[in-house]
């Protein structure tokens, strides 16, 4: 009788803020991210200078939590959701904790993109959604065996979530997602005429 299993799982953290910690407000996160946007010059200067679509202070600020207090509390909150996600992936710690290494803003305009990345360095990353407008872009995340696959045939339109190459989300405001920092992602074409805003993180294991 044969036996076919999975192996080598790859694990999507999806909750709402809200179910840990204290409330966040996502409309005063959004007002302070704006606030922030609109007075971090080095940030502005970054992304003019590097071609980036709308705005980012993943290049120019790290003491967000110490500018507003609800970034100091949002750091609380995901302190929750990812010691509950580290649970899950049964990570043995060694005495050591994962500890949040960076925190920042992306505004992304009508046409903006986020190209495929992997966040290197770090174990855990991950985002939560403040605003996503009608017609806003998922999130994309990749195989990670995809570059291996070299001779494989295309999955079938209708496979089963695990075995596609690649994967949708398509986040709410108060959504948290995470994923160990390894796995491939990316943020398709914003096609909406808001802008989405979201706060991105970075855990490290120390």
Same mark, same amino acid.
């Given at each position: 009788?044969?036996?076919?299993?999975?192996?080598?799982?790859?694990?999507?953290?999806?909750?709402?803020?809200?179910?840990?910690?204290?409330?966040?407000?996502?409309?005063?996160?959004?007002?302070?991210?704006?606030?922030?946007?609109?007075?971090?010059?080095?940030?502005?200067?970054?992304?003019?200078?590097?071609?980036?679509?709308?705005?980012?202070?993943?290049?120019?600020?790290?003491?967000?939590?110490?500018?507003?207090?609800?970034?100091?509390?949002?750091?609380?909150?995901?302190?929750?959701?990812?010691?509950?996600? $580290? %649970?899950?992936?049964? /990570?043995?710690?060694?005495?050591?904790?994962?500890?949040?290494?960076? +925190? @920042?803003?992306?505004? !992304?305009?009508?046409?903006?993109?986020h190209t495929?990345?992997?966040?290197?360095?770090?174990?855990?990353?991950?985002?939560?959604?403040?605003?996503?407008?009608?017609?806003?872009?998922?999130?994309?995340?990749?195989?990670?065996?995809?570059?291996?696959?070299?001779?494989?045939?295309?999955?079938?339109?209708?496979?089963? $979530? %695990?075995?596609?190459? /690649?994967?949708y989300q398509?986040?709410?405001?108060?959504?948290v997602l +995470? @994923?160990?920092?390894? !796995?491939?992602?990316?943020?398709?074409?914003?096609?909406?005429?808001?802008?989405?805003?979201?706060?991105?993180?970075?855990?490290?294991?120390?």
């Amino acid at each position: 009788m044969s036996n076919i299993s999975s192996l080598f799982v790859t694990r999507l953290y999806r909750a709402k803020l809200a179910e840990k910690g204290d409330p966040i407000d996502t409309s005063e996160l959004e007002a302070s991210c704006w606030s922030i946007a609109e007075d971090d010059e080095a940030g502005q200067n970054w992304c003019e200078e590097n071609g980036y679509p709308g705005y980012t202070s993943y290049a120019s600020l790290t003491d967000l939590g110490w500018r507003f207090e609800i970034f100091k509390r949002l750091e609380q909150v995901l302190d929750l959701h990812v010691a509950s996600f $580290a %649970e899950d992936l049964e /990570f043995d710690l060694d005495g050591r904790v994962l500890e949040l290494e960076d +925190l @920042w803003i992306n505004i !992304l305009p009508q046409g903006g993109v986020h190209t495929s990345h992997i966040h290197p360095h770090s174990v855990v990353s991950g985002t939560t959604y403040v605003t996503i407008p009608d017609g806003a872009s998922a999130i994309k995340f990749e195989d990670p065996r995809l570059q291996m696959m070299m001779a494989a045939p295309a999955r079938r339109k209708d496979a089963r $979530a %695990e075995l596609r190459s /690649f994967h949708y989300q398509q986040p709410e405001p108060g959504d948290v997602l +995470l @994923w160990e920092s390894w !796995l491939r992602h990316e943020v398709p074409v914003n096609m909406a005429e808001d802008e989405r805003i979201s706060v991105s993180f970075n855990y490290a294991w120390r």
